[in-house]
């Protein structure tokens, strides 16, 4: 077992839209991510996605829905088989769950990889 601070990891990147693993528990990478500007619209076909703001303020656009703005110490799941797009105006900070593999954009083509810091 380990103590992990999420601030300092987030310390050691300034890159965006590039998850970082910082844990792992019962098959699913823990990860912290910078978000600045929009993420393309994706799906998991096959798995939710988890979203937890640490710091800043993020949208999430779900295709045919209302916007949904999220603040620090906000969660939001989208539901697999939900195409979503995250977007921040500004930087924020966010924690990440999903299954180890799993690519973030839901196809393994287009997927940045997930280093461990």
């Given amino acids: 077992m380990s103590r992990v601070n999420l601030a300092e990891k987030l310390a050691l990147f300034s890159s965006h839209w590039d998850p970082h693993v910082v844990a792992g528990y019962n098959g699913n990478d ?3 991510v910078k ?3 929009a993420f393309p ?3 998991h076909p096959d798995t939710d996605d988890f979203f937890l703001v640490l710091a800043g303020e993020m949208v ?3 295709e045919g829905q209302p916007p ?6 906000e969660l939001y799941i989208v539901p697999k ?4 797009r995250p977007r921040a105006e500004e ?7 999903e299954p180890k593999g799993e690519p973030n954009t839901g196809d393994p083509e287009t997927a940045a990889p997930k280093p461990h810091i």
Avoid: N, P, S
Wanted: net charge negative; charged share 10%.
């Fill in 68 to 73: 949904q703005t999220l603040r620090a110490g």
């Fill in 60 to 62: 999430m656009d779900i």
């Fill in 41 to 43: 619209y994706h799906v």
């Fill in 35 to 37: 978000f600045q500007g």
């Fill in 30 to 32: 823990v990860m912290v």
């Fill in 91 to 97: 930087e924020c900070h966010v924690l990440l769950i």
């Fill in 81 to 84: 088989g939900v195409t979503h």
